[in-house]
């Protein structure tokens, strides 16, 4: 089982639709959890944290089972900026526990 | 407020040169990361450091030096370089939790496009 998986899309929808991504982790040991946005050619950046108890900002709602060891970004209202595609970020264990571990990421086309 | 900062934005070289980059931040982070992005791959840890002089290597080091002199800055070098090194190179730092494990967000620049010929 790889470390972080995500479903790579894309996911086309139209402006103002609900979309949501999941992303499942392999260590149950797991502590910090991220979602990051990338536009294309640009580098990441820090979207939100994932908190156990889930969280909220603004459009976009992130929550974490640990049972079943998956996070999720929900965006609701989509807007045509919202196009970019979403990273899972998860903290390493064992030797590299010191380090973030990135999914490869779910593209998402907002259209018009 | 730069941030992290990457040099240069885009290079070219032949196979068999040698380069450096440079990554700057000016945030006191204590953790500094190399990471390289090629399509279909995600983002790939080549080397990292948790302080000033200390470095380790990630999950793609081979082909790959780094050196951390000063806690602001960390340089990436391209001992011999090869066409599989072609990349987009992000350079990231962090602050450290708990005294060496660190689980905070980490600050990315805005990339080094490198192309070997």
């Known amino acids: 089982r790889k470390e972080v998986e995500q479903d790579p899309g894309p996911f086309n929808v139209p402006e103002g639709a609900t979309v949501a991504f999941n992303c499942t982790y392999s260590?149950?040991?797991?502590?910090?959890f991220f979602w990051y946005r990338q536009d294309c050619r640009k580098e990441p950046k820090l979207l939100m944290s994932v908190y156990s108890s889930g969280n909220e900002d603004g459009r976009f709602t992130a929550q974490l089972n640990r049972a079943s060891q998956y996070i999720s970004l929900l965006i609701r209202d989509s807007k045509l900026s919202d196009s970019a595609t979403y990273l899972c970020v998860v903290n390493g264990y064992g030797g590299s526990q010191g380090n973030l571990i990135f999914g490869k990421g779910t593209k998402l086309s907002v259209k018009p | 407020n730069a941030g992290v900062t990457q040099t240069p934005k885009f290079r070219v070289l032949k196979t068999g040169q040698s380069m450096t980059l440079l990554c700057a931040q000016d945030m006191n982070h204590e953790y500094m990361y190399w990471y390289r992005q090629d399509p279909g791959m995600g983002l790939r840890l080549i080397h990292y450091s948790v302080g000033e002089g200390t470095t380790a290597k990630g999950e793609v080091p081979d082909g790959y030096n780094v050196s951390r002199l000063k806690k602001q800055n960390f340089l990436l070098g391209l001992e011999s370089a090869a066409p599989s090194q072609t990349s987009v190179y992000f350079c990231?730092?962090?602050?450290?939790?708990?005294?060496?494990?660190?689980?905070?967000?980490?600050?990315f620049g805005d990339g080094t496009r490198l192309s070997i010929l």
């Open positions: 260590n149950s040991a797991s502590q910090s």
């Open positions: 990231a730092s962090s602050y450290s939790l708990r005294g060496g494990w660190s689980n905070q967000p980490q600050h």
